[in-house]
């Protein structure tokens, strides 16, 4: 071999190997940008983790606020339907009244 022929085939290589390395730098620059997602995912679970993390007392507290606004609807209902029968009653007496008042006036002549 000539040394102008070995030299042709130390180039031709060299040549290859920077193909090579080229795409090896492209896939370097993919792992960047893969690295860079995979840090931001990581990230956006720790966040979600901690909300989470700080909603399970609410979570836990929340059949026990339920029962208690349960509760007291139930006792506002009460009061609204003693309040309805004291109106109903106050209603009947009124009208017991009135026909008294009638009765009287009829019976005083002021009618």
Avoid: C, N, W
């Amino acid at each position: 071999m000539k040394d102008t022929e070995l030299r042709q085939k130390f180039v031709s290589m060299d040549e290859e190997f920077k193909k090579i390395d080229r795409r090896f730098e492209k896939i370097d620059e993919r792992f960047v940008k893969a690295d860079e997602k995979f840090d931001f995912l990581i990230t956006y679970v720790i966040r979600l983790d901690e909300k989470v993390g700080r909603m399970l007392p609410i979570v836990e507290e929340f059949p026990a606020f339920k029962d208690y606004v349960i509760t007291t609807l139930d006792h506002h209902t009460g009061m609204l339907e003693r309040l309805d029968q004291e109106r109903l009653s106050q209603h009947a007496r009124s009208d017991r009244i009135e026909v008294r008042v009638d009765r009287l006036e009829k019976h005083t002549g002021l009618a």
